[in-house]
């Protein structure tokens, strides 16, 4: 999953917004050294991952793209799972979309002044530049994706890759994902639950 869903996860089960997204950023054994609420936020965000990856429904997303796009079917899938999120935000959340970012984003700058090296520069470019609100739309998806692809060892424009799914698998590519996240929500509340009762 992409930043969005993970922020949107971390908030479902009380953990660490910022946390989740730093599981991104921070590999190796935890503790990490950080806060015990960071620790936490990254530990989902492994969790999360492993159980996306591993899901029927992912994998079939990835599989919907033609070579040579699906050797970049993760990345497009977690960022087109992102825009379904945003796009069917109300089903998930009953605080609207831009206060929600906006409180994540002040929460992320907040944190920064508590980590050593403060918030790594994409999620603090992110929160400053509100990076999350174009993800609901298919061209500000498209120009994420692009963005992701000029960073790429060989750069490419990534968002190329949405105009090879036809209207049929773009729609099935979404009952997909309404399939998939409430499972993943569940998955969520009951790692953190179980978590939390052995500490």
Not at 133 to 139: K, L, N, V
Request: aromatic share 10%; glycine share 8%.
């Amino acid at each position: 999953m992409n930043f969005l869903a993970h922020l949107h996860l971390a908030a479902h089960t009380g953990s660490s917004l910022t946390g989740n997204l730093l599981g991104d950023f921070i590999k190796g054994p935890l503790p990490t050294g950080l806060a015990d609420h960071f620790d936490e936020g990254i530990w989902l965000h492994r969790k999360i991952d492993a159980f996306t990856d591993a899901h029927p429904a992912h994998r079939a997303a990835v599989a919907s793209f033609v070579p040579p796009w699906r050797r970049f079917g993760g990345i497009l899938v977690d960022m087109l799972y992102d825009h379904w999120l945003s796009h069917h935000w109300q089903q998930f959340s009953p605080q609207p979309l831009p206060r929600f970012l906006q409180q994540s984003y002040g929460q992320l700058l907040a944190d920064h002044q508590h980590l050593p090296d403060g918030l790594p520069m994409a999620l603090k470019r992110m929160a400053e530049q509100d990076w999350l609100a174009s993800y609901q739309h298919r061209e500000g998806l498209g120009q994420a994706l692009d963005g992701i692809g000029r960073r790429l060892r060989r750069p490419l424009l990534l968002g190329e890759a949405l105009h090879t799914l036809d209207e049929g698998r773009w729609r099935e590519s979404e009952r997909g994902f309404l399939r998939f996240y409430p499972e993943l929500m569940d998955f969520c509340e009951r790692q953190i639950a179980a978590r939390r009762d052995n500490l």
